[in-house]
């Protein structure tokens, strides 16, 4: 057991790599050993393939959990209605796992569901893992202060033969929210003012931990929400320290320690946290007390604004390259400089995805559209829960009725709208509030305009039929 | 892994930033179970003015001819020049095998996201991070009436431009060496397979719920 005060101040990201080195070449290229590998259906198949192919097997079989969400239909649990290509690659990941004994929530199972909602949900996301996915958003699970990350298919391949990632240690970001967010604020517009705020690109190279008041007096729920977008902001993973709240969360979920192993569990995971006086590379702090509800407006994450805020004018961009972007991004969006984002009106919505479609999410899009109908000329507005868990707690508790009541169509779990590679999305021209987490050209769609809400800001879009303050509702 | 030693070729400049691994290859084609194919889609959505679905037959559909990639001036190109970060988004490595299905060996940009990146070394891409001044003349150079041709040398880390100048660049050094060598990741870390194990053995011991299966359900 090393003392504390024998070692040097260490951030949370250090304690986390340090704990899973298997060997470091002299260039510092390092083995980082993997707890956990999430899979899916669409960045596998290639991945299996391989290893099929050079005669490996999985390292170990009991890491890994596969379920499909990228392409299944929302409207039935019956993979035959959708195209037979998704069908074809469900049946592969289905058949992959069959043949190494890969757990899989298969698409009947009441636990399938989007993987970085079904991890956290099971306990398979623990404190102090190192996790990967074949999926960028893997970044949720930091969340849990597990380093989290998203790999490529060859990697997929290189976890599955060896339970280790190739990789060099990252640099490290501190972004502190110093208050709490007012009422009617959530996690997914801190984060949204966050990438505003550094950019795109703000973490590239780095690993972000967030911390202060605004991130610990989240929910897990919504520090996920927060960590699922570091992505958007470039980095790697994101990060929180572990807390109470993450305990509690974790307590008595399936995958989780219990009996004699839960004390020794807990009293590794108190240590999961950045000691005073640790360095990080870069640090940025913002004040939680004025965020307000975000909207983007353009065709990347930091086009972002907040709800009485104004379309921008690429003659007010801090560059040629930036004017540049934002011109292609109004063409793109259909958008006027200077028209006022309560003046944008929509054509779709979209509740759901890895981002936004836990309880919680559900619970507050509920609260806003309570007794309310959804404006007449909205074509369209879906909420997909995240897992089927959510979906049966969401029944359990009403959120079906009020929803449908109101006139949204209420969904089997899946990625669905977010990326659209089911039926489930925009048409070209159509203009959407997603609570998803991009917006680029086409993701929802081709020629689908995409912008990126929190679930009670896209509820009270709904209602409204445009983009209104949820507080002013 | 295809080798990557010295590479001589015309340069297909992509003059955008933030290009996202879903402009690379649109997510209708990611359903595919193979790694080849995709250079036909590359782009997609700024190659064609129609909407691409996977199995269409592209000579039918109307090609944009403002794209670059369909400026005859840049045909059997593989280097590609583009904006700063470059390939960020989804980690989908689709957007490489899409990239390299189509021919680009190179990507020459101002900064790169981080999974693409990596993705790009595990696939034979080389990607090239030049500063902003270097890559404003290359842009220049790239869309002047006579395409440009470069010469990428991995081994003495440098670009010949056709007048002789040299630029130099840098490459992670594992990375460098995997690529010269056409060297496969996998093989390369069961070289170390008794480490793993032991690492194994020790975190057994020191957090054994790591290694348990789930608790309650079977
Ligand atoms: S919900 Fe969207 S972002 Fe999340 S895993 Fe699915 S496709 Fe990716």
Same mark, same amino acid.
């Given at each position: 057991?090393?003392?504390?005060?024998?070692?040097?101040?260490?951030?949370?990201?250090?304690?986390?790599?340090?704990a899973?080195?298997v060997r470091?070449?002299?260039?510092?290229?390092?083995?980082?050993?993997?707890?956990?590998?999430?899979?899916?259906?669409?960045?596998?198949?290639?991945?299996?393939?391989?290893?099929?192919?050079?005669g490996?097997?999985?390292?170990?079989?009991?890491?890994?959990?596969?379920?499909?969400?990228h392409?299944?239909?929302?409207?039935?649990?019956?993979?035959?209605?959708?195209?037979?290509?998704?069908?074809?690659?469900?049946?592969?990941l289905?058949?992959?796992?069959?043949?190494?004994?890969?757990?899989?929530?298969?698409?009947?199972?009441?636990?399938?569901?989007?993987?970085?909602?079904?991890?956290?949900?099971?306990?398979?996301?623990?404190?102090?893992?190192?996790?990967?996915?074949?999926d960028?958003?893997?970044?949720?699970?930091?969340?849990?202060?597990?380093?989290?990350?998203?790999?490529?298919?060859?990697?997929?391949?290189?976890?599955?033969?060896?339970?280790?990632?190739?990789?060099?240690?990252?640099?490290?970001?501190?972004?502190?929210?110093?208050?709490?967010?007012?009422?009617?604020?959530?996690?997914?517009?801190?984060?949204?003012?966050?990438?505003?705020?550094i950019?795109?690109?703000?973490?590239?190279?780095?690993?972000?931990?967030?911390?202060?008041?605004?991130?610990?007096?989240?929910?897990?729920?919504?520090?996920?929400?927060?960590?699922?977008?570091?992505?958007?902001?470039?980095?790697?993973?994101?990060l929180?320290?572990?807390?109470?709240?993450?305990?509690?969360?974790?307590?008595?979920?399936?995958?989780a320690?219990s009996?004699?192993?839960?004390?020794?569990?807990?009293?590794?995971w108190?240590?999961?946290?950045?000691?005073?006086?640790?360095?990080?590379?870069?640090?940025?702090?913002?004040?939680g007390?004025?965020?307000?509800?975000?909207?983007?407006?353009?065709?990347?994450?930091e086009?972002?604004?907040?709800?009485?805020?104004?379309?921008?004018?690429?003659?007010?961009a801090?560059?040629?390259?930036?004017?540049?972007?934002?011109?292609?991004?109004?063409?793109?969006m259909?958008?006027?400089?200077?028209?006022?984002?309560?003046?944008?009106?929509?054509?779709?919505?979209f509740?759901?995805s890895?981002?936004?479609?836990?309880?919680?999410?559900?619970?507050?899009?509920?609260?806003?559209?309570?007794?309310?109908?959804?404006?007449?000329?909205?074509?369209?507005?879906?909420?997909?829960?995240?897992?089927?868990?959510v979906?049966?707690?969401?029944?359990?508790?009403?959120?079906?009725?009020v929803?449908?009541?109101?006139?949204f169509?209420?969904?089997?779990?899946?990625?669905?709208?977010?990326?659209?590679?089911?039926?489930?999305?925009?048409?070209?021209?159509?203009?959407?509030a997603?609570?998803?987490?991009?917006n680029?050209?086409?993701?929802?769609?081709?020629?689908?305009?995409?912008?990126?809400?929190?679930?009670?800001?896209?509820?009270?879009?709904?209602?409204?039929?445009?983009?209104?303050?949820?507080?002013?509702? | 892994?295809?080798?990557f030693?010295?590479?001589?070729?015309?340069?297909?400049?992509?003059?955008?930033?933030?290009?996202?691994?879903?402009?690379?290859?649109?997510?209708?084609?990611?359903?595919?179970?193979?790694?080849?194919?995709?250079?036909?889609?590359?782009?997609?959505?700024w190659?064609?003015?129609?909407?691409?679905?996977?199995?269409?037959?592209?000579?039918?559909?109307?090609?944009?001819?403002?794209?670059?990639?369909?400026?005859?001036?840049?045909?059997?190109?593989?280097?590609l020049?583009a904006?700063?970060?470059?390939?960020?988004?989804?980690?989908?490595?689709h957007?490489?095998?899409?990239?390299?299905?189509?021919?680009?060996?190179?990507?020459?940009?101002?900064?790169?996201?981080?999974? =693409?990146?990596?993705?790009? #070394?595990?696939?034979?891409? /080389?990607?090239?991070? $030049? @500063? +902003?001044?270097?890559? %404003?003349?290359?842009?220049a150079?790239?869309?002047?009436?006579?395409?440009?041709?470069?010469?990428?040398?991995?081994q003495?880390e440098?670009?010949?431009?056709?007048?002789?100048?040299?630029?130099? =660049?840098?490459?992670?050094? #594992?990375?460098?060496?995997? /690529?010269?060598?056409? $060297? @496969? +990741?996998?093989?390369? %870390?069961?070289?170390?397979?008794?480490?793993?194990?032991?690492?194994?053995?020790?975190?057994?011991?020191t957090?054994?719920?790591?290694?348990?299966a789930?608790?309650?359900?079977?």
């Open positions: 057991m090393i003392l504390e005060d024998h070692v040097t101040a260490r951030t949370l990201y250090d304690k986390l790599w340090d899973h080195v470091t070449e002299a260039d510092g290229t390092s083995l980082l050993y993997i707890d956990r590998h999430l899979l899916h259906e669409v960045t596998s198949p290639q991945a299996f393939a391989g290893l099929a192919l050079a490996r097997k999985p390292w170990r079989v009991e890491a890994n959990l596969a379920t499909p969400d392409n299944v239909p929302t409207t039935t649990r019956d993979m035959s209605a959708a195209e037979p290509i998704s069908q074809l690659q469900v049946a592969t289905d058949k992959n796992c069959a043949t190494y004994g890969i757990t899989e929530f298969t698409l009947d199972d009441i636990r399938q569901g989007i993987v970085h909602v079904v991890g956290p949900e099971q306990g398979a996301t623990l404190p102090g893992m190192t996790i990967v996915c074949g960028s958003h893997t970044a949720t699970h930091g969340a849990f202060a597990a380093l989290a990350q998203g790999i490529g298919t060859s990697e997929v391949e290189h976890v599955l033969a060896t339970q280790c990632l190739i990789q060099k240690k990252s640099r490290t970001m501190q972004v502190t929210i110093d208050s709490s967010v007012q009422p009617g604020v959530t996690a997914k517009d801190i984060v949204l003012a966050v990438i505003g705020h950019g795109t690109a703000g973490g590239t190279g780095h690993v972000i931990e967030f911390a202060g008041p605004g991130i610990t007096n989240l929910s897990m729920e919504g520090r996920m929400t927060v960590c699922n977008m570091a992505i958007e902001a470039g980095a790697r993973a994101g929180i320290a572990f807390d109470a709240t993450t305990l509690a969360y974790v307590k008595g979920r399936p995958y320690p009996g004699n192993q839960w004390a020794p569990a807990v009293a590794d108190q240590t999961l946290h950045t000691d005073p006086g640790a360095a990080f590379d870069k640090r940025v702090t913002l004040s007390a004025e965020i307000q509800p975000q909207v983007t407006w353009g065709t990347s994450p086009m972002v604004t907040a709800i009485h805020g104004q379309v921008p004018d690429p003659a007010d801090a560059d040629a390259g930036q004017a540049d972007s934002w011109r292609n991004a109004l063409a793109y259909d958008l006027q400089p200077g028209t006022a984002i309560s003046d944008i009106k929509l054509d779709k919505i509740i759901g890895c981002t936004n479609a836990r309880i919680e999410d559900l619970r507050a899009a509920a609260a806003v559209v309570t007794g309310k109908k959804v404006a007449s000329h909205i074509r369209a507005a879906l909420v997909v829960p995240g897992s089927g868990l979906k049966r707690q969401a029944e359990a508790e009403g959120l079906d009725r929803f449908t009541e109101a006139g169509a209420w969904r089997e779990p899946g990625c669905s709208m977010c990326l659209a590679m089911n039926p489930d999305r925009l048409e070209s021209g159509e203009r959407c997603a609570t998803s987490n991009r680029f050209e086409g993701r929802q769609g081709q020629g689908g305009r995409t912008h990126l809400v929190s679930p009670a800001m896209a509820a009270a879009a709904a209602i409204a039929g445009h983009f209104v303050d949820v507080r002013e509702l | 892994m295809q080798k030693v010295r590479l001589s070729s015309l340069v297909c400049p992509l003059p955008r930033a933030n290009v996202d691994t879903d402009a690379i290859i649109p997510k209708q084609f990611l359903k595919s179970i193979q790694r080849t194919g995709f250079g036909p889609n590359l782009f997609d959505a190659r064609y003015l129609d909407e691409g679905q996977p199995g269409m037959d592209n000579s039918q559909r109307l090609v944009n001819p403002d794209f670059v990639l369909n400026d005859a001036r840049y045909q059997g190109a593989q280097i020049l904006g700063s970060n470059f390939g960020c988004g989804s980690s989908r490595e957007a490489p095998w899409a990239l390299l299905d189509y021919g680009f060996r190179a990507i020459i940009a101002h900064s790169f996201a981080d999974i =693409f990146h990596q993705n790009c #070394f595990k696939n034979g891409i /080389l990607p090239i991070t $030049l @500063d +902003d001044e270097h890559m %404003t003349t290359l842009f150079l790239s869309q002047m009436a006579q395409p440009l041709n470069l010469v990428i040398d991995l003495q440098h670009i010949c431009l056709p007048d002789g100048e040299q630029l130099a =660049f840098v490459t992670d050094s #594992f990375r460098r060496q995997c /690529l010269l060598e056409g $060297l @496969d +990741d996998i093989d390369l %870390t069961l070289r170390y397979r008794a480490e793993i194990t032991a690492y194994e053995a020790r975190r057994q011991e957090a054994p719920w790591l290694f348990a789930e608790s309650s359900v079977g």
